[in-house]
């Protein structure tokens, strides 16, 4: 024995410790990239997201900025009526953040989301198209209920997305976009009804509308998808 059985068995394993050294460094770095990876893509479902609530922040402000002027001069309502039908769309919201406490739980935030849009972009449609007054407080009402369970689903959908620590932040940019559309939307309504009439600007408060869904729904595609490449991976589904 040249240099003893402790030296000898030391130098026999220096080998293995290697090896674990590396294969731990490329496992603690394929971890991260993969950590890297799904933050990017979490960040990118954010930022699509927050487009698309503020697009459809703009045709709801619109609609909600002009209601009273629309009530009198093409529905016919004595301007007394007309100051309070604004109160029905928050009469209407006080019931969809009721219904959705319901059924929120049993349904997709964003199957929610895609729902509540698209049901809002003909309702808008509609308004135009009806001079009953019972029906224009129906529609309203209803506007109003949509309203109502949209935005608890938005913030459902946020709260599983977002890190903990980042919601208030997240929250916080929420307030601003909407604040952001309700101080555009009168503007750019505005002059729109100046050149073509009130009743287009209200139709064209659909357009933002519906170009929400198409984002939501684009959300919602590549959600499903990488939810469906995660439980494959983990052979969760056939």
Not at 72 to 86: F, Q
Not at 181 to 189: D, G, M, N, R, V
Request: aromatic fraction near 16%; charge should be positive; proline fraction near 3%.
């Amino acid at each position: 024995q040249i240099w003893g059985w402790k030296t000898t068995c030391l130098l026999l394993s220096l080998p293995g410790y290697f090896l674990a050294y590396a294969y731990l460094k490329s496992k603690r770095s394929k971890k991260n990239l993969k950590a890297e990876v799904e933050k990017k893509i979490k960040q990118g479902y954010i930022y699509l997201f927050f487009i698309g609530k503020g697009i459809r922040s703009l045709g709801h402000w619109a609609i909600l900025s002009f209601l009273p002027l629309y009530a009198t001069d093409y529905i016919g309502l004595k301007p007394e009526i007309s100051a309070w039908i604004i109160s029905v769309i928050f009469t209407g919201v006080f019931l969809g953040n009721v219904i959705s406490s319901r059924i929120i739980d049993k349904s997709h935030s964003l199957v929610l989301l895609l729902s509540t849009t698209i049901i809002t972009t003909f309702l808008i449609l509609g308004i135009t198209f009806i001079v009953q007054p019972i029906s224009i407080v129906l529609l309203i009402g209803t506007l109003g209920i949509l309203q109502g369970i949209y935005f608890p689903s938005q913030n459902t959908w946020l709260t599983f997305i977002c890190p903990v620590n980042h919601l208030g932040k997240i929250f916080g940019i929420g307030f601003f976009i909407e604040g952001l559309s309700a101080t555009i939307a009168p503007t750019l309504y505005g002059w729109i009804a100046d050149q073509s009439g009130l009743v287009w600007a209200y139709r064209l408060a659909a357009v933002p509308s519906f170009i929400s869904f198409i984002l939501f729904s684009i959300l919602y595609f590549l959600e499903n998808k990488q939810d469906k490449a995660h439980k494959m991976k983990f052979n969760l589904i056939d």
